[in-house]
């Protein structure tokens, strides 16, 4: 892949991951689904290192946008902070057991049916949207954030370490429907980004640094020019949808979402009865 196809590939690339990482839609499915598309292949594990950084790229967003609510997950008494640690151990261990599988799972090279399953979890989400904007119509009393919010929330992170299953649409739906308020629950669900996305970062970091992977030969200098622009572009979109995101939450209405993703669902689906990809 040239230079220049590998800068316009990761523009595509980066303000997609930038959108679909704070709304509720999954950016890895989206980050799946266009790399195949595209054409944008630097080998399993250059590829993953490459999502890593398109995430680092929103991280850079998230921690601009929230950078006062960051500051004070430092001072005392230190709950939110000890929420927040608490609510990635979820994510944290089932990526480490499982990582292996769910790449595999969602490998063409190795699974025919990934574009079924991404189709399953694709319409996952829809449906938990859509049954999160219906508890939340109805819900009249909400409480502020704590710890029997903050564990459900962890738990829907970890799930959505599956790509079609939306990281921040599963974190805000299991904040709002055990009852959380709309702004707490935005706020945190932002901030448990930023741990599990500096985890993933060093575990990718720590395979391209061994000499045994050979990572660093396979993605070459037009890889690591676009991984630049994928950055640039994803921290730029992730701004953006990170301001429309926290509307969107305010007002509770997901079924716009949920309805894009069922059509999304429907495509994979007929995309792998043709055998399109």
């Avoid at 230079?3 to 595509?12: D, N, R, V």
Wanted: net charge positive.
């Amino acid at each position: 892949m040239g230079i220049w196809e590998a800068i316009w590939k990761s523009a595509i690339l980066g303000t997609v991951q930038g959108l679909t990482e704070f709304l509720p839609v999954s950016s890895s499915g989206h980050l799946t689904l266009l790399q195949q598309i595209l054409g944008y292949d630097l080998g399993g594990a250059g590829m993953t290192f490459v999502n890593i950084l398109l995430h680092f790229g929103t991280l850079l967003a998230v921690v601009f946008v929230f950078r006062k609510d960051i500051l004070a997950l430092f001072k005392k008494p230190f709950k939110t902070l000890l929420m927040l640690i608490a609510a990635t151990v979820p994510a944290g261990v089932v990526g480490l057991l499982f990582d292996d599988k769910i790449e595999a799972l969602f490998d063409p090279a190795s699974n025919a049916a990934w574009l079924c399953w991404l189709a399953v979890f694709f319409a996952l989400t829809a449906f938990v949207l859509l049954l999160t904007e219906f508890v939340s119509s109805r819900r009249k009393k909400v409480s502020p954030l704590g710890w029997k919010h903050s564990v459900p929330m962890g738990l829907a992170q970890a799930v959505a370490l599956f790509p079609g299953v939306s990281r921040s649409g599963s974190t805000i739906a299991a904040g709002v429907i055990s009852g959380a308020k709309r702004d707490d629950v935005a706020k945190f669900s932002f901030l448990m980004s930023i741990p599990v996305i500096l985890g993933s970062l060093a575990v990718e970091v720590y395979h391209v640094l061994k000499p045994d992977e050979g990572v660093t030969v396979a993605i070459g200098t037009s890889g690591i020019i676009g991984m630049v622009v994928g950055v640039v572009f994803s921290a730029a979109a992730g701004f953006f949808a990170i301001k429309i995101m926290l509307k969107v939450i305010g007002k509770g209405n997901y079924k716009w979402f949920s309805l894009y993703l069922v059509i999304l669902s429907l495509v994979c689906f007929w995309l792998n009865v043709l055998g399109v990809l």
